[in-house]
């Protein structure tokens, strides 16, 4: 008998059959002798629509209050569904967070998880249960409910899972697994089998919106198996884990492409040192992080220093180097909001050489110009004209998946 | 400085706007130098709304997850009327049932409050914080959510109250107070400055829909000082104590009509001892509560015996007697639902042997037939003809309240 932790996000539980299929999928499970343990987010729109009513009554909600009402969510969709499991005859028990023994910090809004009490968790197994938990939510150590914001149900199973030491933490979402790319975008996109922690971390950070990096990062520290697979299909997901077995079958694993990007170019800057630390020094006190760093000679004395920053902190990051010209030594500050970033992801990729040529091969074949590249342990990324990113991505994709097989 | 509980209703804070009067309300409480404990309502139909969502999940919820579901109703209610005194600039805070420490007994959905733990609550007013309690819902002690069932949040309130020993338990409603009569329907209804807690308990159980039962009873146990007054006007409401200091001036407090009745008449019963018994006991195995009991001379050796019950009890009622027709030993049982209750309450009236031949006389002056009488210490009631009620409930007023000057 093994203990398995199941998530469904908010649009798996959206209305009264989407609960009922839920609690088919979780009774499944239960059925073929598992302990089940599942994290529930609100239902559909409940989280909106919520924070349009705490619009509606204020413009600056203290963040306490905030948690308070947007709890309410997903303790409303543990009970729903708790009613649909009950109906169909088995034994289940809904806990919020507090009851689940989810112990936060105090940061409202956004907490991180301390500690895991799973007493009553524990206790209800026992009684054979199917425990249902409300995800994403939390309580501090002043009996205070926490929210722990984005991608927080995702973080609210794996630190179940971990805390359990369940065998597996299955998130249940609308995408059936993590693909070679994305598969509305790029022909010939195949569902992964497997994929390591570390990659699935750079493609998360990279526009894959699959899995939140949080959770992910959560999973390789603890070493909990996930597996992501939809709630819609019957079709086995992708299992993210330490080591891949199928690694050695090619070196990529997905290509990503992430449009949030924007580029900044510092250009006739005097040659002297210290001028990056006051650049990246002015930007990180006004809290923008950057990505791609680029450095390269000018003419004469001078050098020019590009980055990327997401695009919403483009126009503040610009201005920040206008006001600060004379500062920083700099002639003219270039703003481009109109690029993209494709990357290539794969554990495998660090003791193959070849692998970045490849990409480059491919892109230049398809005569798609290079703005910047920055390469990681398993990573490449380049920054490419927006309008090219989608050809960019496919041409990247037919190199490494379909002329040599891909690594499924 | 005082201590004031203050209860608002659903229709209280059913939208934004409304949200906002009731933190108006609240605040000026607060602004005049005294300390404010706030239970709410589930805001308008959000109550309605979640159980709708469950009937389309299953036909039959358990109660613990029903209690899970519509405890969140409350949980959204404080957390928005929160952020709407945060806004106007007051110190504020939240709490749900569990967090306010309402410990109730184990029985869902009708949970009965055995205790408050108010240590979070009294710290919370030692900051000179508002403080906002979810209504309608505890915690057993299990950790289990539970709620309190119909006239929950009223409950709530006083026991805030006795247990806070607070100065006044204000309970904002939609009306303006208890009047002698219902004035949607009764001319020259006055509203009364004051009442006893006997009398507001009559009247409730006879149909003046404004406080429940159980909130009066527990204020009557606890000599809490109860004002009712509505969110939407300006006025002062009706006070509800122990002892009021106008009653010598008015030995009727009001009229008040119940229209949730049915009368049975047991017709040729043998006149032997232990027949009321077996009646009596009969129903009662079927959970049915009788009201009024009526037993007269029938012809030669039989009696007759009439009762009344809820109108929802009636069919089964009648059908049960018609079943034990031989046990009983009675001849034919006769059903009759198009009757009302009329009733005069007034604590006044245990000491004026002419308050009930007064009544009688002003409904054999407007020709209306009394079908049924039953008194008590301090009320008067009858059994009319249905469509007679209106007719019944204005003469009765008018002779007790016009003609003298009512009490207030």
């Known amino acids: 008998m093994s203990l398995i932790v ?22 499944d499970t239960y059925r073929a002798g598992n302990s089940v343990v599942v994290v529930l987010s609100a239902q559909g729109d409940t989280t909106d629509d919520l924070l349009a009513k705490a619009a509606e009554v204020t413009s600056r909600a203290p963040k306490r209050e ?15 569904c708790a009613m649909a499991i009950d109906q169909m005859g ?20 956004v907490a991180r998880i301390n500690r895991i009490s799973p007493e009553r968790i524990t206790r209800e197994l026992d009684k054979r249960k199917i425990v249902l938990v409300a995800g994403f939510q939390g309580i501090n150590r002043y009996d205070d409910i926490t929210t722990l914001g984005r991608g927080g149900s995702d973080t609210s199973a794996v630190a179940l899972a971990a805390a359990l ?7 249940y979402t609308d995408v059936d697994g993590i693909y070679t790319a994305d598969p509305r975008c790029v022909k010939g996109a195949r569902k992964l089998e497997e994929i390591t922690f570390d990659e699935m971390l750079e493609l998360a950070s990279l526009g894959a919106q699959v899995l939140h990096n949080r959770s992910v990062e959560m999973a390789k520290r603890y070493n909990v198996n996930l597996e992501v697979l939809s709630s819609f299909s019957e079709q086995p997901g992708t299992k993210v884990k330490e080591v891949v077995k199928t690694m050695e079958k090619n070196h990529v694993s997905g290509v990503a492409k992430d449009k949030n990007v924007a580029r900044i170019a510092l250009i006739g800057l005097r040659n002297q040192p210290g001028i990056a630390f006051k650049i990246f020094s002015l930007l990180a006190k006004h809290n923008i992080n950057v990505d791609i760093i680029l450095q390269s000679i000018g003419r004469e004395d001078t050098k020019d220093i590009s980055f990327t920053v997401a695009r919403g902190d483009a126009e503040e990051a610009a201005a920040i180097m206008e006001e600060n010209k004379e500062v920083v030594g700099c002639q003219r500050v270039e703003l481009n909001t109109e690029v993209a970033k494709v990357s290539i992801v794969g554990a495998g990729m660090a003791n ?3 692998v970045a040529c490849k ?18 342990e398993i990573k490449v990324s380049v920054l490419v004209d927006e309008r090219e990113a989608d050809r960019a991505v496919q041409a990247v994709h037919d190199r490494f998946f379909s002329e040599f097989g891909g690594r499924v």
Chains 1, 2 share one sequence.
């Open 90 to 109: 088995y034994p289940v028990i809904s806990l919020t967070g507090w009851q689940a023994g989810m112990k936060t910090d105090a940061s409202h809004g």
């Open 66 to 80: 905030m948690d308070m009402l947007l709890s309410a969510g997903e303790q409303m969709s543990i009970a729903l």
């Open 6 to 27: 199941q998530k469904f996000g908010g649009s798996s539980v959206a209305d009264a059959d989407r609960v009922r299929n839920v609690a088919r999928i979780i009774t």
């Open 352 to 354: 193959n050489a070849g």
């Open 165 to 171: 030491r369940a065998d597996l933490c299955q998130i």
């Open 359 to 376: 990409m480059f091969e491919a892109l230049y074949s398809a005569g798609i110009n290079i703005n910047m590249i920055s390469t990681s």
